[in-house]
């Protein structure tokens, strides 16, 4: 029998300190050229391994091997200078340095593909690979080419479809897009930034997954959420264009925040990861609190498409607090498990 209730993460975790600067967003490699390629796959086993331990269903590579969730995908391709870095400001909320748009994009060769194939050698289980959305990756970089975001999208969207086709064959089960830009940007989400999306997962066989979150737990994000008031009814906006759209999963943030749990009735018909786990806070929840989260979501979600998961990704955090939130997630999943058993 499939198991109920899969447990997953948003995607990043955090890396061990001889590969990066702990507990920094783009923080610099510790290592070079062969060091770091063998580094980097060292990370990503014991990265795996720390799932594993915690029970995690369906597990990932914990993005060792990128040093930002979107910044790493646009470094790699054509018409991007990287060294070239400009600052901006992302998700109209905090300035971060840049890549810069200098002429056409293209993917000249396969971004994480090796590394998918490598993870997807080392386990049997479920394993979901996330790249960023095209809507996210026109918000994390300075165009100098297009000098339209709707247009720019179009063309990650044509190349993330690439990539995503390879992982696919890479032996991938679950393909998500990050894409927190959608909590932002409504208009955009309404013109262009839904057909990017599917248009990116357009043709692949195996399920797809969009992330939509409140973002990392840095001071920019936190402070940003002081001024969301006590209902956060962003999600409101985006959840009856996904519910028509061809995305199997919708990843987001429910434990701590101040998202209504009923919107979650506004996408019911699709597989749910509900954050269970908040990213934003170094306190490790108990069990009993991923249960009662997982419990209000099973109000409007149905048992056999409600996946646990993080509220976003923990890079930020030290590996004790996530290995211990990996912990509490399981071991909140399984409370549930034997409710709905007992119920049955
Ligand atoms: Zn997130």
Same mark, same amino acid.
Request: charged share 25%; with cysteine; hydrophobic share 40%.
């Given at each position: 029998?499939?198991?109920?209730?899969?447990?997953?993460?948003?995607?990043?975790?955090?890396?061990?300190?001889?590969?990066?600067?702990?507990?920094?967003?783009?923080?610099?490699?510790?290592?070079?050229?062969?060091?770091?390629?063998?580094?980097?796959?060292?990370?990503?086993?014991?990265?795996?391994?720390?799932?594993?331990?915690?029970?995690?269903?369906?597990?990932?590579?914990?993005?060792?091997?990128?040093?930002?969730?979107?910044?790493?995908?646009?470094?790699?391709?054509?018409?991007?200078?990287?060294?070239?870095?400009?600052?901006?400001?992302?998700?109209?909320?905090?300035?971060?340095?840049?890549?810069?748009?200098?002429?056409?994009?293209?993917?000249?060769?396969?971004?994480?593909?090796?590394?998918?194939?490598?993870?997807?050698?080392?386990?049997?289980?479920?394993?979901?690979?996330?790249?960023?959305?095209?809507?996210?990756?026109?918000?994390?970089? !300075?165009? +100098?080419?297009?000098?339209?975001? %709707?247009? /720019?999208?179009?063309?990650?969207? @044509?190349?993330?479809?690439?990539? &995503?086709?390879?992982?696919?064959?890479?032996?991938?089960?679950?393909?998500?897009?990050?894409?927190?830009?959608?909590?932002?940007?409504?208009?955009?989400?309404?013109?262009?930034?839904?057909?990017?999306?599917?248009?990116?997962?357009?043709?692949?066989?195996?399920?797809?997954?969009?992330?939509?979150?409140?973002?990392?737990?840095?001071?920019?994000?936190?402070?940003?959420?002081?001024?969301?008031?006590?209902?956060?009814?962003?999600?409101?906006?985006?959840?009856?264009?996904?519910?028509?759209?061809?995305?199997?999963?919708?990843?987001?943030? !429910?434990? +701590?925040?101040?998202?209504?749990? %009923?919107? /979650?009735?506004?996408?019911?018909? @699709?597989?749910?990861?509900?954050? &269970?786990?908040?990213?934003?806070?170094?306190?490790?929840?108990?069990?009993?609190?991923?249960?009662?989260?997982?419990?209000?979501?099973?109000?409007?979600?149905?048992?056999?498409?409600?996946?646990?998961?993080?509220?976003?990704?923990?890079?930020?955090?030290?590996?004790?607090?996530?290995?211990?939130?990996?912990?509490?997630?399981?071991?909140?999943?399984?409370?549930?498990?034997?409710?709905?058993?007992?119920?049955?």
């Amino acid at each position: 029998m499939k198991k109920i209730l899969p447990t997953s993460t948003a995607g990043s975790l955090p890396k061990p300190s001889w590969l990066a600067e702990p507990e920094a967003l783009w923080s610099p490699w510790k290592l070079y050229n062969e060091e770091l390629k063998n580094g980097k796959q060292d990370a990503l086993r014991l990265s795996l391994q720390e799932q594993q331990q915690a029970g995690i269903d369906i597990v990932s590579d914990g993005e060792q091997t990128r040093q930002h969730f979107v910044t790493t995908f646009i470094e790699n391709l054509n018409g991007v200078d990287f060294e070239n870095r400009q600052t901006v400001k992302i998700r109209d909320r905090y300035d971060a340095s840049v890549p810069t748009v200098v002429g056409p994009v293209s993917r000249q060769k396969s971004v994480f593909v090796e590394d998918a194939k490598f993870l997807r050698q080392q386990t049997q289980q479920l394993i979901k690979w996330a790249l960023p959305g095209p809507m996210t990756m026109v918000d994390t970089l !300075c165009d +100098n080419y297009y000098k339209n975001r %709707e247009k /720019l999208a179009w063309e990650f969207a @044509k190349i993330l479809n690439q990539e &995503a086709k390879e992982l696919e064959a890479a032996g991938v089960d679950i393909i998500q897009f990050d894409e927190p830009a959608f909590n932002v940007f409504f208009d955009e989400v309404n013109d262009w930034g839904m057909a990017c999306l599917e248009r990116a997962i357009e043709g692949l066989e195996c399920e797809t997954a969009v992330h939509i979150c409140y973002g990392y737990g840095i001071k920019a994000n936190t402070d940003w959420k002081k001024t969301l008031g006590s209902e956060w009814r962003q999600y409101e906006d985006v959840f009856p264009k996904l519910q028509k759209s061809n995305i199997d999963i919708i990843s987001l943030e !429910c434990h +701590n925040s101040h998202v209504p749990m %009923e919107l /979650l009735e506004l996408i019911r018909g @699709k597989k749910v990861m509900v954050g &269970a786990i908040d990213v934003a806070n170094h306190s490790i929840e108990t069990p009993e609190a991923v249960a009662d989260t997982l419990r209000k979501a099973l109000q409007f979600v149905d048992a056999d498409k409600l996946y646990p998961c993080t509220n976003c990704g923990m890079a930020p955090l030290s590996r004790n607090v996530a290995r211990g939130k990996l912990n509490a997630l399981s071991a909140g999943a399984d409370i549930i498990r034997k409710e709905l058993l007992a119920n049955a």
